[in-house]
């Protein structure tokens, strides 16, 4: 049994944040439904596109079932109002009022099954004076104060390379969601999960609060730099490596690489953190004289061998032929319509947890009629419900409807 086994989510997500959330679910087991309008969610058609798949959607929504239909009809309500009754958790990414005109809000959920647990995720939160905006993850970014942390010190505010804001939102709400389910243990009830995508980038500003609201510092950018300790990227002939010759021993052991034993000494104004920090752009011109001669290969086999952290800056095209992420399972490959499609893998092993499941994700309304089945539905109704445009679903190859 999977950690998550017997626990159904009813997934009223799109794009990102929420459908990361309940593939997160989904991965350790639970029975994710994705409920999607007719013609399905709108990244379903979001670029990049392979073969008329989209891979974007594709990433997001492995190991759900899909469901599809009019959400606004009195039988779809109905439906929801079923499945509702069966559920454990509830989540959606609809703007702050979406789910009171769908009625899948809180309250009225609730009302219908006092154990279920919503998540609701935003990009303000439910509450204060911003709740009503519409956010994305670049707007995100920049109001969390991330961009403006990111970049060179000479250059404008750099976003991220990656959906960050969203995808850690999408583990909040699946954070949130499991320790709901643990508080219910408890008390047997559920609870509204409230997650916001400001919140969420907020979270990880670590010490820069402080260094503004104690030290009165104003953070800025730094490149590659890091801030309290000397390391940051390093040109090679074919690339760039980042070094982080820390600890002592490994600064030493570091100097007696590159020829320079001495700044290892006591005596050397680079012994100490400080030192270093004080003589950043000297040290990284002179070290940078010394990588820009050699291959990353080089660089990193003389590093390792003395023991000094380091690494080299993969592209994306390098992550995929890289044998450790591949035996951690961290690059699984999907087959849909013949295609291998390669996707990041699930970060949390567990002991007694068998791997994850590399379902591809779901056609638009393939499994409506087994789900419809499941909650007391009988061909023929679900035949009428689905002539009437009130659900749409897998064709059966044998038939046409």
């Known amino acids: 049994m999977r950690p998550l086994s017997g626990i159904r989510v009813l997934d009223f997500t799109h794009y990102i944040a929420g459908p990361y959330c309940c593939q997160t ?14 013609n399905g969610e709108p990244s379903r058609v979001a670029e990049p596109i392979y073969n008329d798949i989209s891979i974007y959607f594709e990433t997001m929504n492995r190991n759900k079932k899909a469901l599809s239909l009019d959400l606004k009809s009195k039988e779809g309500q109905e439906i929801i109002k079923k499945l509702i009754e069966s559920a454990d958790i509830l989540v959606t990414n609809y703007s702050v009022g979406v789910p009171e005109k769908l009625g899948i809000d809180y309250e009225t959920i609730s009302n219908i099954n006092p154990k279920i647990i919503m998540v609701h ?52 709400g699946a954070n949130g969601a499991l320790l709901a389910l643990q508080a219910r243990e408890r008390t047997g009830k559920g609870q509204l999960v409230d997650v916001a995508m400001l919140d969420s980038m907020v979270s990880m500003l670590f010490e820069n609060l402080s260094l503004v609201s104690v030290l009165k510092e104003n953070p800025m950018r730094i490149g590659n730099r890091s801030r309290n300790v000397f390391a940051t990227t ?25 020829g320079r034993p001495e700044w290892g000494s006591e005596t050397s104004p680079y012994y100490t953190v400080n030192g270093r920090l004080d003589n950043y752009d000297e040290l990284e011109k002179r070290i940078s004289e010394w990588t820009s001669s050699r291959t990353v290969s080089e660089i990193v086999d003389l590093l390792e061998n003395a023991s000094v952290p380091c690494g080299k800056i993969n592209t994306i095209e390098d992550v995929l032929k890289d044998e450790h992420l591949r035996n951690r399972d961290m690059l699984i490959d999907i087959e849909i319509n013949d295609t291998k499609v390669t996707v990041p893998g699930v970060v949390v092993k567990l002991s ?5 499941l590399k379902n591809r994700s779901p056609e638009i309304g393939e499994h409506t009629k087994e789900i419809l089945q499941e909650i007391g539905y009988s061909s023929s109704t679900i035949d009428a419900l689905h002539k009437q445009g009130v659900i749409s679903r897998k064709k059966d190859p044998t038939k046409t409807i």
Request: proline share 6%.
């Open 352 to 356: 007694d947890e068998q791997s994850v």
């Open 121 to 172: 995720i935003t990009g303000f939160g439910l509450t204060g004076a911003n709740k009503n905006k519409r956010a994305f993850d670049g707007m995100i970014q920049g109001l969390s104060g991330a961009a403006h942390l990111t970049g060179e010190p000479d250059g404008p505010p750099i976003k991220s390379g990656l959906f960050i804001a969203d995808h850690i939102t999408g583990l909040q």
């Open 25 to 38: 679910l989904a991965d350790h087991g639970a029975e994710v439904i994705k409920i999607e309008p007719i």
């Open 234 to 258: 390093f040109p090679a002939v074919d690339g760039y490596v980042y070094i982080a010759a820390l600890a002592p021993k490994m600064w030493s052991e570091f100097c007696k690489v590159i």
